[in-house]
């Protein structure tokens, strides 16, 4: 409702009574207060409160849109200046049975402003991924890997993923079939500006594509690890600089952690898998992992050997227990032995213990 059409008269009339408390603020030489009213752009909510007392009195709520400087600037007063100013109103104003309740400043709100770019803090190439973008792409933990592929192996790629998710690898696979609106253009490249890892799954037509090479320029210039898998063509560009891996389907889960662990994220992650493990199978299957770890904390070390003795299903599989060495590996007590420079050893009860 614009001013004219209100049925109160205090709103018709209050840029004239702003008018002359700008005037006196200016004689005053209240320089702040009067900045505030010459600056705002004016809302006023009618009749904010009602009081049936002497015919009926109506509080309207005046609402002060401030430019965002001025806003800043008087912020840390702004509760006093609020009520100084619905004083002042309220004296100069001559309406009967009409007031100004309450005083509100708000900051103006400007679109299209890149606040982050100017605070000159951005990362120069780095694009923000909100916590709960990441979130909705990666799930709550694990560490991130884009797997960058032709849709012509998009089955494949699928499955890849699903077996990376054993080892605590939270994996995004974008498939070429779908249109490159920009809802999905976008996601892609929030997926890419918060992954921690890149593997391009070099089939032989890898490089027609229109997004793999992109995606892999994107992992160059932001300093991720990339991993190429040669899937019937080799590594070409900037691709060849990173490491390489001839294996097949199959394999890949495996070789590809065997690198990425050497990252504590990626190593924190697996952890936290062994700890998760369901099954003597899976057991045996994170255990292919342990040769290839080459640094541990003690926090670490302590974290995996209680997950191989609260878990029965890790403290079961041989991969961890030691006791088919010739066919899964010395174990887990010969690794945590050989990272941190301590002993440890099984025990009678089939847990491990590391001497003082």
Avoid at 162 to 168: A, M, Q, S, W
Avoid at 226 to 243: E, V
Wanted: with cysteine.
């Amino acid at each position: 409702m614009s001013d004219s059409e209100s049925k109160f008269e205090l709103p018709r009339s209050l840029e004239r009574y702003l008018a002359a408390l700008s005037r006196l603020y200016a004689q005053k030489a209240l320089r702040q207060k009067q900045e505030i009213l010459v600056n705002s752009q004016v809302r006023i909510h009618e009749e904010w409160t009602y009081d049936n007392w002497d015919g009926g009195t109506c509080g309207h709520a005046l609402y002060l849109v401030l430019p965002e400087a001025i806003y800043l600037r008087v912020v840390e007063q702004k509760y006093k200046l609020q009520n100084e100013i619905k004083t002042d109103i309220n004296n100069i104003h001559d309406v009967r049975n009409e007031f100004i309740a309450e005083v509100f400043f708000e900051m103006e709100v400007l679109e299209n402003q890149d606040w982050r770019k100017e605070s000159g803090l951005l990362r120069s190439g780095e694009r923000l991924v909100l916590p709960d973008t990441q979130k909705r792409i990666w799930g709550d933990e694990g560490f991130r890997v884009f797997l960058g592929h032709k849709n012509e192996v998009k089955k494949e790629t699928a499955e890849l993923k699903e077996h990376l998710k054993v080892f605590g690898v939270s994996g995004f696979v974008a498939h070429e079939d779908i249109l490159p609106t920009k809802e999905w253009q976008n996601e892609i490249e929030n997926a890419l500006f918060s992954m921690e890892a890149l593997v391009a799954l070099m089939t032989e037509d890898f490089h027609e594509s229109d997004w793999t090479d992109q995606e892999v320029g994107c992992a160059f210039g932001r300093g991720v690890p990339i991993i190429a898998i040669k899937l019937g063509r080799d590594p070409y560009g900037f691709i060849g600089k990173f490491q390489a891996l001839s294996c097949n389907w199959d394999a890949a889960d495996v070789e590809i952690v065997k690198i990425l662990v050497k990252h504590d994220r990626m190593l924190n992650a697996y952890i936290k898998a062994v700890q998760n493990c369901r099954s003597f199978d899976q057991g045996n299957k994170l255990s292919e992992i342990l040769p290839s770890i080459d640094k541990l904390s003690d926090e670490q070390a302590s974290s995996l050997m209680s997950a191989f003795n609260e878990n029965g299903q890790v403290r079961d599989s041989y991969g961890f227990n030691g006791q088919k060495p010739r066919f899964y590996g010395v174990g887990l007590a010969s690794h945590l032995s050989r990272l941190t420079g301590r002993t440890y050893r099984f025990l009678g009860s089939g847990k491990i213990e590391v001497k003082p």
